[in-house]
């Protein structure tokens, strides 16, 4: 059992930290469950209750409901073992799909969407997960971004890989957090996870690719994706 679950990257750590994460908005809710009845025995019997207190009750342990189901969703993608399947795709293509994802956040935030795309070969890739994978970064770009930002996208080939670039002129980060992104559960959003670049590292290593990512605080991040066009 210890030998499959590493050959998954499922460490004893990574299980003791899933246990941290859950434990917290676990805590929270039962706290707030706990008062929120109470209070309503109160009220039951007469005494004077605030239903605004209560309502609050129940807004925050449903916030932490909300928050753990987006921890057990991403780790049921990171847990899944990740056998590609690939097929010959235009990148292009693939980007505008996950573009496409983010629709309702690239708008609401008035996000300009930027792209540079050169003529590209077809490149083998899976789509579905290179969708998913793009779409981490995109979401982080428009999280880190005021609104009405700019977000820029460039795709090149050059000697048999594809290099996709992802700008955005949000907040940056310092080099301390930049060297901890890739950490499952470093997150400095208290609604993230901390699995996305996890996640999409993961998906693109896959694919025999990378990522890297630039970042000045203040300033703004590049994240760049290199794929192979073609699988061994
Ligand atoms: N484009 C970006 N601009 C600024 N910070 C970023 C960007 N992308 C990632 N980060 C930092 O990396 C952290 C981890 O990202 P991620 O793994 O996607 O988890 P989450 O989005 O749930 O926080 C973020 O919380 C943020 O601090
Ligand atoms: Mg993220």
Redesign the pocket.
Known sequence: MPAKRKKQGLTDEFIAAVAHEIRNPLSSIKMNLHVFSRDLSALGSGKDVSIPNLQEHLRVALRAVDHLERIVNDIIDISRPVVPEFSKENVSDVMDAALLLAEKELSDKDIQVVKKIDSLPMVEVDARRMEQALL??F???V??MEKGGRLNITAAADLGTISITVE?N????TQE?LSR??EPF????PD???????L?RRLIERHNGTID?E?EKGK??R?TVRLPCKQK
């Not at 993230?192 to 996890?198: E, K, P, V």
């Open positions: 981490n970064i979401l982080n770009s999280h880190a955005d949000g907040k940056g980060m957090v992104v890739f470093f997150t400095t959003s993230g996870t901390g699995l996305g670049l996890t999409s990512i970042s703004g991040t994240v």
